[in-house]
């Protein structure tokens, strides 16, 4: 365990000069009162506090809970300073990392415990890293200050962070959904497929369409309900609009934008991968073959190492990537799984979308 001592502030001098012709006798020495070190080398640890467990942001928050970072000791109890901390946070070993606040509280079992709250984590983790709902690994890492009346000093030196500590995060569902209620699912919400959005404002999924539609808030009528806004690719919210309508049945990728009223619709027709990992690079796409409704795409791909991703209709404006379990529209290139041979299945049945490789 890092043991670290903190010096004092500053050490203050008195010097006193007297000066005369006739004065035989030298001057005083100067004298000096040199605060002492508030701690010695071996006055403060710093523990983790993270345990093994996932931790659940939507629950924390709504239990009123805050997150134990780490818990500060101390050997000694100068009188009048407290505690601060600066906790930092990262997904890739801190090539980046970002600053969520934080608070210090003494601990009834002693020691003092360095907290952040559930929603303060989650509005840094949304902003920097992901607004995939999905669980992930995080580390953390801790600077800790002492603070008497208005000066702060920091144990060891700017750069001296305890940690890294790892722990793993259940995000808050951000998302709320558009339903697509029409005649390919009897005008049934519940039965349609979702559009989501991080956003609130911004939305989009796959869904199964044929004939006339609907974007509803709610599953059910006593939302929001979306139609035709009279021109295409614009929706209106009255409830006399009528309804939106693609030309034949199968699968579509939706956009829609509920505080500008404008969609866009546009039927899959193919799915496959491409990259320098699969057979045909990033040159051509290696067809997946979809289920009878056209909601789960699977193949036999033999990969090579590099990169890869999901498009449809061999064409870049309909793509997924980013972490397989929560694959997103334009995501990010895929890590090749290594060289072999692999049974790969698309999801496009449930949110977050997802793909799963089994090497074979």
Do not use: H
């Not at 901390?85 to 002693?110: H, M, P, Q, R, W």
């Not at 829609?256 to 009223?261: G, I, R, W």
């Not at 619709?265 to 056209?294: C, E, F, K, M, R």
């Not at 870049?316 to 049974?343: F, K, R």
């Amino acid at each position: 365990m890092k043991k670290i001592a903190i010096y004092g502030l500053a050490s203050l001098f008195a010097l006193s000069f007297v000066a005369c012709d006739n004065y035989e006798e030298p001057n005083p020495t100067p004298q000096t009162n040199p605060q002492e070190p508030i701690f010695k080398a071996s006055d403060i640890t710093v523990t983790n506090d993270f345990g093994s467990e996932v931790y659940d942001l939507t629950s924390l928050a709504e239990a009123g809970s805050n997150i134990k970072v780490a818990t500060i000791s101390s050997a000694v109890e100068p009188e009048g300073y407290t505690f601060g901390s600066k906790v930092l946070i990262s997904a890739d070993d801190f090539a980046n990392s970002y600053t969520v606040a934080s608070t210090v509280e003494a601990s009834e079992e002693g020691g003092y415990v360095v907290c952040v709250s559930p929603t303060d984590l989650e509005n840094v983790y949304f902003d920097n890293i992901s607004t995939a709902p999905a669980e992930k690994e995080l580390k953390a890492r801790v600077l800790v200050e002492t603070v008497i009346g208005s000066q702060v000093a920091i144990v060891g030196s700017p750069d001296n962070f305890y940690g890294p500590y790892t722990f793993r995060v259940k995000p808050m569902t951000r998302m709320s959904y558009l339903y697509t209620p029409g005649d390919s699912n009897g005008w049934n919400q519940e039965q349609s497929q979702r559009l989501y959005s991080f956003d609130s404002v911004k939305f989009n999924g796959y869904a199964l369409l044929s004939g006339a539609f609907k974007f509803t808030s709610q599953p059910n009528w006593d939302g929001v309900n979306y139609g035709f806004g009279g021109e295409e690719g614009t929706l209106s919210t009255d409830g006399d609009a009528s309804n939106l309508e693609v030309a034949s049945a199968g699968l579509y990728y939706c956009n829609a934008d509920v505080e500008k009223l404008t969609y866009s619709v546009a039927q899959v027709n193919t799915y496959g991968v491409i990259g320098d990992a699969t057979p045909g690079g990033w040159d051509a796409s290696t067809a997946l073959t979809p289920s009878d409704d056209s909601l789960v795409w699977t193949g036999t791909i033999e990969f090579k190492g590099g990169e890869f991703k999901f498009r449809a209709n061999d064409a870049w404006d309909i793509n997924l990537g980013g972490d397989m379990s929560s694959l997103t529209q334009g995501g990010d290139n895929i890590a090749s799984p290594g060289e072999g041979t692999y049974e790969v299945t698309l999801n496009l049945r449930d949110i977050p979308y997802s793909c799963t490789l089994v090497k074979k």
